[in-house]
């Protein structure tokens, strides 16, 4: 049973437009969120999180967005650029010391 | 400053042969650690996780096992390796509820 998912396996995006992923949840005591951008062959960093007290977040060119009603968020990068082609991956994590969850990810391909 | 390693990068085992990562973190005290794998296609799957010294919580039945004999020291092993256990392990560190999690640059296992 995936907690979280990640519907759209790959998006390509052009340079200088808005890149959107996004994220569904089942799990409803899930109240924070994540995202992480991960190159080949390294390990996740993490861009940015947002708290479910929280509809929105913003860091710079990145965004993120919490629709707790439809248990959604998504990330919005603008604007896009080519070092910002990596795979995304959507986390959550609920009340109590609890690991997080990640969902399966989303390879970004921004081009020039 | 905090900083996770993980070693070795790359490893090359025979099936059958047992199998020892390691995972160490620096510049914090009684972290949560993790272990996860990335397998193609299957995004993050937690297999291990731990909020204190030999306290070790398992999420997927396996022939791995995980040990955390130090505060800020998480091993991953096994006896005998299939070739199933091939990918990409990673290691992560959080201080708790709500906060980010941060991962080790990784290591490419593949079992021949």
């Known amino acids: 049973d995936q907690q979280v998912k990640q519907n759209s396996p790959s998006l390509s995006v052009q340079e200088g437009r808005i890149s959107i992923l996004n994220c569904d949840y089942t799990?409803?005591?899930?109240?924070?969120f994540l995202w992480y951008k991960k190159y080949p062959a390294e390990g996740p960093t993490f861009l940015i999180s947002?708290?479910?007290?929280?509809d929105k977040n913003e860091d710079g060119r990145f965004t993120v967005f919490l629709n707790k009603s439809a248990k959604h968020l998504s990330l919005h990068i603008v604007p896009s650029q080519p070092g910002d082609s990596a795979v995304y991956f959507c986390?959550?994590?609920?009340?109590?010391?609890?690991?997080?969850?990640f969902g399966k990810g989303t390879r970004l391909s921004v081009i020039a | 400053s905090q900083t996770i390693h993980q070693w070795p990068a790359t490893l090359v085992q025979p099936v059958g042969s047992p199998l020892s990562l390691e995972c160490t973190v620096e510049?914090?005290?009684?972290?949560?650690l993790y272990w996860y794998r990335q397998a193609a296609g299957r995004g993050l799957q937690l297999l291990f996780y731990?909020?204190?010294?030999?306290?070790i919580s398992s999420e997927v039945p396996q022939n791995l096992s995980a040990s955390r004999p130090q505060d800020r020291q998480f091993i991953l092993s096994s006896k005998k390796l299939l070739l199933s256990d091939s990918g990409f392990y990673l290691c992560?560190?959080?201080?708790?509820?709500?906060?980010?999690?941060?991962f080790g640059q990784g290591t490419r296992l593949t079992v021949v």
């Open positions: 510049g914090t005290s009684n972290p949560n």
């Open positions: 986390a959550a994590s609920g009340s109590g010391n609890t690991p997080l969850v």
């Open positions: 731990s909020v204190g010294i030999g306290q």
């Open positions: 992560a560190w959080d201080r708790g509820q709500n906060t980010e999690a941060f």
């Open positions: 799990n409803s005591m899930f109240d924070y």
């Open positions: 947002i708290s479910s007290i929280k």
